[in-house]
Every structure is written in C-alpha cells, then in structure tokens.
C-alpha cells in the first residue's frame, strides 16, 4: 500500500472518528442546553414565589401595626374604665355614708316645712328669740334636705358613671374581638409566607442542582472542542501530505 493510499486510510478514520466527537459534542450542547432553560425556569419561578412571599409579609406586618394600634387603644380604654371604676367605686361609698345619716323625712316633707317655716318668719310678728330658732331650725332642715339633695347628685352621678362603663366595657370587647381577628389574619399570612419561601427554597436547590449539571456538561464539551481541533488538523496535515505527493507523482 502506497503512503497516500494509507493517509486516505486514516483521513476516512479520522472523518468517522470526527464525526463521532461532533455528534457526542451536540449532544452535550442539546444537554447544556436543556438544564440551562429548566434552570432559568425555575429561578424565574424561585422569584415569582419571593416576591409572593415579600407580598405577604407586608400584608402581615400591616396587620401587626393595626394590632399594636388596636392594643393601644385598647390599654387607654381599660385606664379610662379604671380611672371610671374608681369614682364609681368613690360615690357608692359616699352614698353609702350618707344614707346612714339620711333622715326620715322625705326631701318633699323638708322642703315644705322649710317654706312653711320662712313664711311664718315673713309673715308673723315674732320675738328676736323666736325668730332665732326659726331660722335654726330651717338651718337644721336645710342640712337634712341637702342630704337628700347630695344623695339624689350622687346617684345620678353614679347611674352615668355606670353607662359610661357598660359603654366602655362593650367598646374594649369590640376592640378585643377585632385584635383577635387581626391576629388570626397575621397569622395566616405568615403561614403562607413561610409556604412560599419554603417552596421556593426547595425550587433554589434544584435550579443550583441543574445548574452544577450544566457547568459538568459545559467542562465534558471542552476536551472534545480540543479533540476535535486536534482532529481537524490531522487530517489537514495528512490532506497537504497527499497533495504533496500528486505533485511529486505528476512530475515524475
């Protein structure tokens, strides 16, 4: 066999041999590129669910500052119903001492021997001793009458204290109510905040899992690129070799 039959020989082996690498190369590009999209994919959906998961944790921390507002308002009610409690608590117990000293008498009953009294003075010749204890005695019916009067005070004063209670009572239950909802709320956004991130933790591994795959495929492409360029050049080399011997061969 001559020596350009044999470099044809090897060029035809070279060429299958060529062929080869580049199939097995475009099948690592097809791979590369395949992890490459599923990775772009799934970061693409890892931000999707972040950004969902932002959503929800400012929704729940805009329901935790109504709540901290809410439990603000609700302290200075329950001050109110303190500071309330306590005159209210004050007033039963000066009713209390003063229904001991109440006298007999109803306020009607003092009130008329009070103006029967003063008209007696106004109308009736008396002596200077005699007047004296008139209107002692009206000072006496006087003090029992305010008695009555200070009592009767009292007690209105103490039936609004006790509305003003009640009205306070229902509105610090109200706002206990809504702070219990509020929270139920803040709740459920966290829970589905921590799904989110949760999941996209889980998509973050898998599209850093993919794209190790794809450097591993990118770093299996490269001794091939170089195995085909060595390729190349053998049967370029061997391609010069055999032009070189048809020119020496016609000018025999």
Known sequence: MSKQSENIGKIEELNQRLAALKEQRNKLFAEAKELAEKRDKLNSEFKRLKAEAQEFKKARDEINAKIIELKQQRSQIK???AKKAEELKNIRGEIKVLMAKKPSKNSGVLQKEIEAIEWKIQTTPLTLQEEKQL???VKQLEAQLNVHRRIEQLSQKRLELTTELKALEARAKSIHERIISEAEKSQQKHKEMINKLEEAKKLKAEADNLHRLFLQAK????PIKA???KTLEEIGR?????????????KK
């Open 79 to 81: 001050a109110e119903i």
């Open 227 to 229: 195995e085909i360029r």
């Open 135 to 137: 209107v002692e005695k």
């Open 238 to 250: 061997l391609r010069k070799e055999i032009m070189a011997e048809t020119v020496e061969e016609k």
């Open 219 to 222: 770093e299996k492409i490269e």
